[in-house]
């Protein structure tokens, strides 16, 4: 039997237990430290580069998400976004809307249907003194001989009654501003009607494209236009219509034809009463210009004219 058989046979027990703060479990933790001081610093980070409408909108969320989600007001959609979100309805594109905004939008709403129905009355008021006006000429042996030369019409202005002249009838002498006496009947029997409506009148005096030739030097179809206006409004106060409902009388000479391919046609030379809505009215007041007179089949268009009595 050999020596190394005889040796003894030596058994190590190694403990496990003892040496448990060697171990792997703190870096777990380091790494949770290390997580957490990221999301800190991070935090930080956005709040010093966010605006204050944002963390006004960040805040006002976290306190009430519902509300701000379902009624609008400011909340995590108002910011410096372009596009705002939220409001009373979600699929809207409007952008949220406080409680105050709604009760402006429905104010804005209620006084646009005021107006509309405003106009709609007032235009068929109009539309009644047209159709007034017309029945006078028909019942008037005087008048409806001249009914050819008296076109009524409704524009974006108010009722417009143009009076023209024709070959051999003109409304006044030949380069003066002396009415003929039938046109003096024509505009005293309008005046008698133009009191039935609280509406203010403007008068335009228009020649044709034929230069004046006559007169004091520089007196041309600019001052004869404005005196035949002038003179037709005399008329006007004469049949009864008060002065006060005048608020405009001009002479636009032969800027505004009424035939533009015949510019010397006598229905050019005519007198153009306007009987203005109220929106005309407030615009004439509000900046001193007004809608230019038109020729058949216009549409009516700004244009600058002077006279105005409300400016006087």
């Known amino acids: 039997m050999s020596d190394d058989s005889q040796r003894p ?35 930080m980070w956005l709040l ?31 910011s410096s976004s372009v596009i705002q979100g939220g409001g009373t309805d979600l699929t809207a594109t409007y952008g949220q809307v406080k409680k105050g905004d709604i009760e402006a939008e429905r104010k ?15 235009r068929a008021k109009l ?16 008048l409806r001989q001249f009914k050819s030369q008296l076109l009524l019409d409704l524009t974006t202005e108010g009722l417009r009654i143009q009076i023209v002249d024709e070959k ?7 380069a003066s501003s002396e009415l003929k006496p039938y046109t003096k009947e024509i505009l005293r029997a309008i005046g008698q009607n133009l009191n039935g409506v609280e509406n203010r ?6 020649t044709d494209a034929q230069p004046y030739a006559g007169g004091d030097r520089g007196f041309g179809n600019w001052e004869l236009s404005t005196n035949r206006a002038n003179a037709s409004r005399r008329e006007l106060v004469v049949g009864g219509m008060s002065d006060a409902k005048v608020m405009r009388v001009t002479g636009l000479a032969s800027t505004v034809l009424y035939d533009k391919a015949q510019p010397y046609n006598p229905i050019n030379r005519r007198m153009s009463i306007v009987v ?37």
Not at 56 to 75: C, E, H, N, R, W
Request: proline share 3%; glycine share 12%; no cysteine.
């Open 9 to 43: 046979i030596i058994v190590k027990k190694i403990k496990k237990g003892g040496a448990g703060a060697h171990g792997g479990a703190w870096k777990i933790a380091y790494a949770d430290f290390v997580t957490a001081m990221m999301a800190f610093f991070l935090l």
């Open 48 to 78: 010093g580069s966010t605006s204050k409408g944002d963390l006004k909108g960040i805040a006002d969320y976290f306190q009430t998400p519902l509300k701000v989600a379902m009624f609008g007001g400011s909340g995590s959609g108002d």
């Open 108 to 122: 804005t709403i209620n006084l646009q249907k005021l107006k509309e129905e405003f106009e709609k009355q007032e």
């Open 127 to 142: 539309q009644g003194l047209k159709d007034k006006i017309e029945a006078m000429i028909e019942a008037s042996p005087s």
């Open 168 to 174: 051999n009838r003109p409304m006044f002498d030949s």
């Open 201 to 206: 009148i403007s008068l335009s005096g228009h």
């Open 276 to 312: 203005l809505n109220k929106r005309t009215e407030e615009a004439i007041l509000a900046d001193g210009t007004e809608s230019k007179e038109v020729g058949a089949g216009d549409t009516v268009t700004p244009e600058s004219v002077t006279g105005s009595a409300a400016a006087r």
